[in-house]
């Protein structure tokens, strides 16, 4: 018995002699690890001092503060940043819906600031800046080796005033100038309105008023078709979509999933993910839906899409999205300024981070580049193709009723409407054709 007590005495020992000799290593690699965020810390304090003192010309000690917090955090990813003051009051403004500026959604790519998107009905949309497009220079200043917020901070510009922006696009062998006037963004979340028999959502970014605006447009939309029974499906169309809310997100993807996941957000911690659901409640009923997506759709809109693609709620069409797949988290400081740090990657209900990879659409359409006016006008014809009825003297039909000859001539008005429709915007006369063949199928089952 005093043997056994023995040996599991000497096993206790044991054991805390191995503990002792596994923390003793760990312990040890923490508070070097910290000794040496120390030294860097002092390195720093050593560089901003000297500087301070000894730069050829005097500087804002808050300035190269701030510069220094911003380096710290553009480092990260193209996303995080640091808002000063007049940014973070700008950024909340934006939010809200109204602003003024060129209205474009940038980000940074290889030096260089690249269009997400531009927004609709705002200059920059008018004067033809495009997704994808680079700005190379700013009234012939160039943007390479400016932080975003830096190039940002050259575009603005009182309301009114005008900027020169050179491009840099794709397909174009020489960059171009455009010149801008800026004006004051007055941000339309949604636009409503019906195409043949199919309601076109528009939907611009996710602002604090996009699930109001959608959700009451929607009605109104069906109210005046009669009914929803009246309707054959919804297009939600998020080109050129640079995002904005995730809350938003959530609420328009909810506003056609009765239940199953919307969207997964996962950050360095495990514990920190969380997981959005979708409630019960269908605004359209079921009806069939078409979501349009091209290179500038990006973060929120990926969301939507990505979900409703994910719960075959809605077939997708057009171009793969931009692929933006993380989460921003928008943190107050207390000198009134903000800090933007990525905190988490977002996830499709399957699971699929869109993250550099966007999303791929069911259908790939292409929208054809409007010809330049020139070729246009060599396309048309002198004349115009004549039938039967043109001809003198011809026969009248006499075998329809003038309610028949009516609604022919409405169908060839609708058929004629749509033609043209498709050389306006092909993807979104791709997209009725598509709510029309379901409509078809579903009426003859």
């Known amino acids: 018995m005093k043997k056994f007590l023995m040996a599991a005495a000497a096993g206790t020992l044991t054991g805390a002699i191995v503990t002792t000799q596994v923390a003793a290593p760990l312990l040890a690699q923490e508070a070097e690890k910290s000794a040496n965020v120390y030294e860097q810390l002092d390195l720093f304090g050593n560089i901003f ?7 050829v010309e005097e500087v804002d000690e ?17 996303h995080s940043s640091y808002l000063s003051p007049d940014d973070a009051a700008d950024m909340r403004v934006q939010t809200r819906g109204e602003f003024g500026g060129l209205g474009i959604e940038v980000t940074q790519e290889d ?12 200059p920059a949309d008018e004067a033809g800046v495009e997704a994808g497009d680079f700005i ?11 932080t975003l917020d830096e190039a940002v901070d050259m575009m603005r510009g009182p309301v009114g005033s005008e900027i020169i922006i050179t491009i840099a696009r794709e397909g174009e062998t020489e960059p171009f100038d455009l010149t801008i006037t800026r004006d004051t963004i007055k941000l339309t979340a949604v636009r409503v309105r019906k195409e043949q028999d199919s309601v076109v959502l528009r939907v ?6 996009t699930f109001k605006n959608l959700e009451n447009g929607l009605a109104e939309q069906i109210e005046e078709s009669g009914g929803v029974d009246n309707v054959n499906g919804v297009i939600l169309d998020l080109r050129n979509n640079p995002g904005g809310l995730l809350t938003q997100a959530i609420k328009v993807s909810d506003a056609f999933l009765d239940k199953g996941e919307i969207v997964s957000t996962r950050g360095r911690d495990p514990q920190d993910g969380e997981r959005f659901n979708a409630t019960e409640g269908d605004l359209i009923a079921g009806k069939p839906m078409v979501v349009l997506i091209n290179g500038g759709s990006a973060s929120a809109s990926e969301i939507v899409a990505g979900a409703l693609q994910d719960h075959r709620r809605a077939i997708v069409v057009g171009t793969k999205s931009f692929g933006k797949g993380s989460v921003q988290t ?14 988490a990657r977002y996830y499709t209900p399957s699971g699929r981070s869109i993250q550099a990879l966007g999303v791929s659409p069911d259908i790939i359409v292409e929208q054809p580049r409007p010809k330049p006016e020139a070729e246009e006008e060599e396309d048309t014809p002198t004349f115009g193709a004549r039938s039967e009825a043109d001809l003198r003297g011809s026969l009248n039909n006499d075998s329809l009723s003038e309610d028949e000859i009516r609604q022919i001539e409405e169908d060839r008005a609708r058929a004629e409407e749509a033609a043209q429709l498709r050389e306006d915007d092909y993807q979104l006369a791709y997209a009725i054709d598509i709510l029309k ?8 089952e």
């Open 204 to 209: 611009t970014t996710f602002n604090d008023q």
């Open 49 to 55: 001092e000297r500087i301070r003192v000894q730069y």
């Open 111 to 122: 030096g260089f600031v690249k269009v997400v998107s531009p927004i609709d009905d705002t």
């Open 330 to 343: 928008v943190m107050p400081l207390p000198s009134d300024g903000a800090m933007r740090l990525t905190t």
């Open 62 to 78: 808050g300035d190269l503060i701030e510069a220094a917090i911003n380096g710290m955090l553009t480092s990260l990813d193209p």
């Open 437 to 444: 063949g379901l409509s078809a199928l579903k009426t003859e």
């Open 136 to 146: 190379t220079h700013v009234d012939g200043e160039s943007v390479l080796g400016l």
